[in-house]
């Protein structure tokens, strides 16, 4: 009576227990279990206090599809341990159920087994996981944005991310160039998977490759009404879908989603595409936010790209501007100054009164002749010493001067 009784208490202490308990005596038949163990797998507890066999009780585990043949087998392996005092184990079963299996080695050389359900503190561990590699990628981005010129490199860094988070074969970034119906699509950077190659072969990777580097002229492709309207689009039939391109259309493709790259005022200037075999729709991705993110960032990359090639050929306009200038004065002061000169030299003959004598009227304007050229040949001096300026390499002379004596100079010049 006293034995049943500590029966019926050992039981009910065994039930109180969240993780399922397996007692399996050395020939490895069960000794001891408790409710949990029933109700893990949907044993019938009747069958299970008959102290089947280890090998029966996980042969009918894996014919109710929760465990794989490798799953069972892992677990007789820790049957057959009669070394390590305890092993350790994690089991994904085929309910999304994730158990963490521990196996004690008892002193009469039983084993005691322990199932505890660490299904919630898996997502939790894969939820944050999955979040530490969003911001690792966020932060490599945004040092690639910051600190790298190159926008290939940028795109290079995102799609191999995504590629990789959202199950792609396939993705590549294009760029929008050109004005109105002149618009082209034109490839910055592509990542094509292993997967994706020996899906297609290489002759069809290769022709894939050329019709990217040619550009999608406006008008031809699926992804010009992703640029009009800027709303993402999911196509699940591309080979029969009315504005395929036809390289593009290889029987084995899967599902394309083709989302926008938008510029910081909405206007889209590219678009990002990925080619998925995943049973999960790319829709239905639990990344989308981090793919919308990366759009956005590679968004402000052209941006930067498209501006710094702007400046460049500003500047090279300049530089052809100024190189202009730089003939223009070399040459008005060849031009100007040898005629200047010879007014000069005959002004200066005059005064000299070598071929006869002059009136003091014409003495006078020979004289202010010879001033004016040399006024003139001052400002042509002046107008070359603009490259100095700009150089600022240009001397300053302080000198005293007479207001009086300039302004009547200047009343002579224009008399």
Known sequence: MDLQRLKEEQELILNQIDNAIALFNKSHHLVLFNQKLAEIWGLLPEWLAQKP?????????????????????????????????????????????????????TSDGGHLFTFRDVTAHQKSQNSLNAELRRLRFLLGLNERLQYSDSLREIAQFALNYLVGVMNAAFGDVKVISGEGENRQAGPISNQMTSQFIATYGEPAVIEME?????????????????????????????????????????????????????????????????????????QEATQKDMLFAACRTLGVAIERAQSQEHLRQINEELEHSSQLKSEFLASMSHELRTPLNSILGFSDLLQRQTSGQLSDRQLNQVRLIQKSGQHLLQLINDILDLSKIEAGKTELNLESVTIHEHCSDCLKMIQ
């Open 53 to 105: 066999h280890c090998d029966t009780i996980f042969a009918e585990i894996v014919a109710q599809g929760y465990w794989s043949t490798k799953q069972c087998q892992q677990l007789k392996d820790c049957l057959l341990n009669t070394e390590t005092e305890s092993l350790s184990l994690n089991i994904k079963q085929a309910n999304d159920i994730c158990l963490n299996v521990d196996c004690t080695l």
């Open 210 to 282: 050329g019709l990217l580097k040619q550009g999608i002229p406006y008008g031809q492709g699926i992804l010009w009404q992703v640029v009009e309207s800027g709303e993402p689009m999911y196509v699940e039939d591309y080979a029969s879908h009315p504005q395929a391109i036809p390289g593009f259309c290889h029987p084995a493709i899967g599902q394309l989603g083709i989302f926008p790259i938008p510029a910081t005022d909405g206007t889209i200037i590219g678009v990002l595409t990925l080619e998925s075999r995943n049973l999960q729709k790319l």
